[in-house]
C-alpha cells in the first residue's frame, strides 16, 4: 500500500488528505460456510483482515478517518454473541489513530436493533435513523445515507416503518420467502427483505445537505451500504428507490463519488452525469492470508482508492465540465 502511495506523491502533488475503508466485515466466532450462491465465506478470518487493516492505516499515518461501509457481524452469529461481538469489532475499529465513521448493514440489524447498535457504533442518530454528515476539510463533505430507513428489519415488529415495508415487499415480491428474487425480472429482482430503501424525511435532509455543499462548493462522497447504480452492482443488491436518489443526485453537480457495499463481489462504474459508483469487495470472503481493504488519497479533480489483494484499485477522475 505504502507504494502505491509512493507513485501518487512522487508527481509532486500531494493529496487533500486521504481515508481507510473496508466493508462487509460480516465477523462470527462460528465455522466457514457458503453464500446462498455457494461462495465461500470466512467468518473468522474476516477479523484477521479487520486487524491486518487497522494496522496498515496506522502505519500510513497521514489518513485522516476510516469508514467502515457496513455489516461488521454476519446474520449467523449466534443471538446470544451479538452485543458482545459488535463490541469487540468496534473496539478493533478503535484501535485506529483516528476518528471510525460507521454505516449500518442488514446484517448489523440482523442481529441488534437500532437502539443498541446505533449508540455502540457512535452514530448520533435522531430518533434512530444513521443517516448523517461531516466535512473531514472545508473542499469535501461526506453524507452518510441509512439504506434501511424504509426497511422491514432492524425496526420493532410492530412499527409502523415496518408494517410499510412488508406491505411495500408484498406488493413487489409474490414470494412467500421475501429474499427470494425467483419470477422477479431485472431490476425488480432489488425488491428483497435484505434491502431497504431512503425514507421522505432523509430525502429532504439529504437534498438540504447537497444545496448546502453547493453553495460552499465542496465536492461529496455519498456513502452507503447499498448500492445505488446497476452499473456497478448486481441487480439484486440495488437499494429499493435508487433511481429516486440518483435523480436527486443528477440535480446537482456537486456529488463525485458514490461508494456502498453489500455487493460483495464488488464493482466499478460510470454513470450518465460522470458521478463514479465504487462498490467494495467483502473482506469476509478472503481466503486465509488475504485481504479486503484499501485507502483512497483525495485531490481536487480526482480520488483513487488503492485496494489490497481482493480489493481493486480504482482511480475516479472527474469530470471537469460538471463543475461549470
Wanted: glycine share 8%.
Amino acid at each position: 500500500m505504502g507504494s502505491a502511495n509512493g507513485l501518487a506523491t512522487a508527481h509532486g502533488k500531494q493529496p487533500l488528505f486521504s481515508f481507510g475503508l473496508i466493508s462487509d466485515v460480516q465477523y462470527a466466532d462460528i465455522p466457514d460456510g457458503r453464500s446462498f450462491l455457494g461462495v465461500p465465506r470466512y467468518y473468522r478470518h474476516s477479523f484477521l483482515v479487520l486487524q491486518r487493516a487497522v494496522k496498515e492505516w496506522n502505519n500510513h499515518q497521514r489518513h485522516k478517518f476510516v469508514i467502515n461501509l457496513g455489516d461488521i457481524v454476519d446474520g449467523y452469529c449466534p443471538k446470544d454473541q451479538s452485543l458482545n461481538t459488535v463490541k469487540k469489532m468496534v473496539d478493533e475499529f478503535e484501535m485506529f489513530n483516528g476518528p471510525v465513521y460507521h454505516l449500518i448493514g442488514n446484517h448489523c440489524l440482523y442481529n441488534l436493533p437500532r437502539s443498541k447498535l446505533l449508540p455502540l457504533l457512535k452514530i448520533k442518530s435522531l430518533r434512530g435513523h444513521a443517516y448523517y454528515d461531516f466535512s473531514p476539510v472545508p473542499e469535501y463533505r461526506f453524507v452518510v445515507l441509512d439504506g434501511y430507513d424504509n426497511s422491514a428489519i432492524g425496526w420493532p415488529q410492530d412499527h409502523p416503518t415496518t408494517l410499510e415495508a412488508l406491505k411495500f415487499l408484498r406488493e413487489k415480491n409474490p414470494n412467500e420467502d421475501k429474499n427470494n428474487p425467483t419470477g422477479l425480472v431485472g431490476l425488480e429482482r432489488r425488491f428483497l427483505m435484505f434491502n431497504g430503501g431512503i425514507g421522505k424525511e432523509q430525502m429532504e435532509w439529504f437534498n438540504g445537505v447537497l444545496q448546502d455543499a453547493t453553495k460552499l462548493k465542496q465536492k461529496v462522497v455519498v456513502c452507503c451500504h447499498l448500492p445505488l447504480h446497476p452499473g456497478a452492482s448486481s441487480k439484486e443488491a440495488l437499494l429499493w428507490n435508487y433511481e429516486e436518489v440518483m435523480n436527486l443526485i443528477h440535480k446537482y453537480n456537486c456529488v463525485k463519488v458514490c461508494i456502498s457495499g453489500h455487493d460483495h463481489k464488488g464493482g466499478y462504474s460510470i454513470d450518465s452525469h460522470g458521478v463514479h459508483h465504487r462498490v467494495l469487495e467483502a473482506s469476509l470472503e478472503c481466503p486465509p492470508g488475504t485481504n479486503a481493504f484499501g485507502y483512497a488519497d483525495v485531490y481536487d479533480d480526482k480520488i483513487s482508492l488503492y485496494g489490497t489483494d481482493r480489493m481493486r484499485t480504482t482511480h475516479m477522475y472527474f469530470n471537469p465540465k460538471a463543475d461549470l
